[in-house]
């Protein structure tokens, strides 16, 4: 089982404020993807990072992708209450052929207006 | 219309008792998945079909077994449900790295 931790697992911040949301693993993955899930629904995909060290932006969102490609982290700039939400990190491992995603353990961010 | 839908949305049950869940797609996707989500765990893959003729176990397959009776449908039982498999279920399919879920299932077994 490939492990993905996220830290922290629980966020509660003002509205304005700043976060930075980690996912960690000790195995390295083609590629990283970041999604949203809202309650009652399932999850969203937000961001594919697949270059170590690469770094991708989403309007007030920004994803890093570890230059060992072990881990990955998500910056909200100015948080708004519709970034409340869980955030899940999910690592491709594309040596079996299976391209499966293992999923983290989840964020969940909740923004205060 | 939802690409992936889910059936039934929500299930209470008793121990012991067969359970199925269905999943369907209208994105013309070959890959479908079943994923369980339990707090603080995220999600883990119980199966997963490339197509019609091909069934893969994942990470948490004790317990559970699935039929794909098309491209477009992909079941999940609980031959005998048990309360350590209460937990949100979803469906996904895929075309290249993206996954895309349903809404969800959300079983209680008591």
């Known amino acids: 089982t490939q492990l993905l931790e996220q830290s922290p697992q629980f966020l509660s911040i003002q509205e304005g404020e700043n976060l930075t949301v980690y996912c960690n693993s000790s195995?390295?993955?083609?590629?990283l993807q970041w999604y949203r899930q809202e309650p009652g629904e399932g999850p969203v995909l937000l961001v594919t990072?697949?270059?170590?060290?690469e770094v991708k932006k989403l309007k007030r969102l920004t994803f890093q992708f570890g230059d060992a490609r072990k881990d990955s982290s998500l910056h909200i700039t100015a948080a708004q209450p519709g970034d409340t939400g869980l955030y899940l990190c999910a690592g491709l491992d594309d040596q079996t052929g299976a391209n499966n995603l293992f999923f983290g353990t989840g964020t969940r961010l909740t923004v205060i207006p | 219309d939802a690409d992936v839908t889910q059936t039934p949305r929500n299930r209470i049950t008793k121990t012991g008792k067969r359970i199925m869940l269905e999943c369907s797609q209208t994105k013309g996707h070959d890959r479908m998945y079943w994923y369980r989500q339990d707090p603080g765990l995220g999600l883990q893959l119980i199966y997963y079909?490339?197509?019609?003729?091909?069934?893969n176990k994942g990470e948490i397959s004790d317990g559970y077994s699935v039929s794909r009776q098309a491209q477009a449908k992909f079941s999940l039982s609980l031959e005998s449900a048990i309360p350590n498999q209460t937990a949100l279920y979803f469906c996904?399919?895929?075309?290249?790295?993206?996954?895309?879920f349903g809404p969800g299932t959300r079983l209680t077994v008591l």
């Open positions: 195995s390295v993955f083609s590629s």
């Open positions: 996904a399919t895929s075309e290249g790295y993206e996954q895309f």
């Open positions: 079909s490339f197509d019609v003729k091909d069934i």
């Open positions: 990072v697949v270059t170590g060290g």
